[in-house]
């Protein structure tokens, strides 16, 4: 199975800020990474797909970036509704995997 | 527009079934992959099965032999059969669109429906 490791597991940031999170393949994936955003009661949303094309719909802001074993998911200029955890996922082979996640609070 | 809602969750004992859907709309349902992703309390998302459009299915293995993915295109519906479970399937059960081709992403998904085992 390809691990996926996301750092870091959390952080703290202002409206804003520009934030980077990393994703990490345990095995090359070429682009085969997508990004999701999920807030609490609400569904999964996706962000990224194929490392770097953003999703319809949602904000420029947004940017991901990668290939092989090494990802990152760029937010510039957060806003309030961007608080919210972060997660990387292959789909590079099966089982699909997920990073554990990265939890973005307001500081 | 798009749009998937899950039902099925509820209170069931260790070693007992329970089957969930997943109702969709919006889209032509039988030409896409669909999937069911979990996520426990306190954890992360794990991918469980998907489906593709023609009937092929995948699991991880820690449900394999113990749930089964299923789809009626009649119905616009797709189903996970839970037998044999146990506490550590807990989990909120979210649906998810993939693609019509592999690689898959998932996009929308549902509001999940919440799965409790326990006695």
């Known amino acids: 199975d390809i691990q996926m490791t996301q750092s870091p597991s959390s952080l703290s940031a202002s409206v804003g800020d520009r934030v980077t999170i990393t994703c990490r393949a345990s095995?090359?994936?070429?682009?085969?990474l997508n990004w999701y955003q999920h807030s609490p009661g609400k569904a999964p949303k996706l962000l990224i797909y194929?490392?770097?094309s953003l999703q319809s719909g949602v904000p420029s802001r947004f940017s991901g970036s990668g290939s092989g074993t090494d990802f990152t998911l760029t937010i510039n200029s957060l806003q309030p509704e961007d608080f919210a955890t972060y997660y990387c996922q292959q789909s590079y082979s099966t089982p699909i995997t997920f990073g554990q996640g990265t939890r973005l609070d307001i500081k | 527009q798009v749009q998937l809602v899950e039902s099925g969750g509820g209170l069931v004992k260790p070693g007992g079934s329970l089957r969930l859907s997943c109702a969709a709309s919006g889209f032509t349902f039988s030409d896409y992959y669909m999937t069911w992703i979990r996520q426990a309390p306190g954890k992360g998302l794990e991918w469980v099965s998907y489906i593709s459009s023609s009937d092929t299915t995948t699991y991880a293995d820690s449900v394999k032999g113990r749930f089964t993915i299923s789809r009626d295109n009649a119905k616009n519906s797709l189903y996970l059969q839970m037998n044999s479970l146990r506490a550590e399937d807990t989990a909120v059960y979210y649906c998810?669109?993939?693609?019509?081709?592999?690689?898959?992403?998932?996009?929308?998904w549902g509001q999940g429906t919440l799965v409790t085992v326990s006695s």
């Open positions: 095995q090359s994936i070429s682009s085969y």
């Open positions: 998810a669109r993939g693609r019509t081709v592999v690689p898959n992403w998932f996009d929308p």
């Open positions: 194929s490392a770097s």
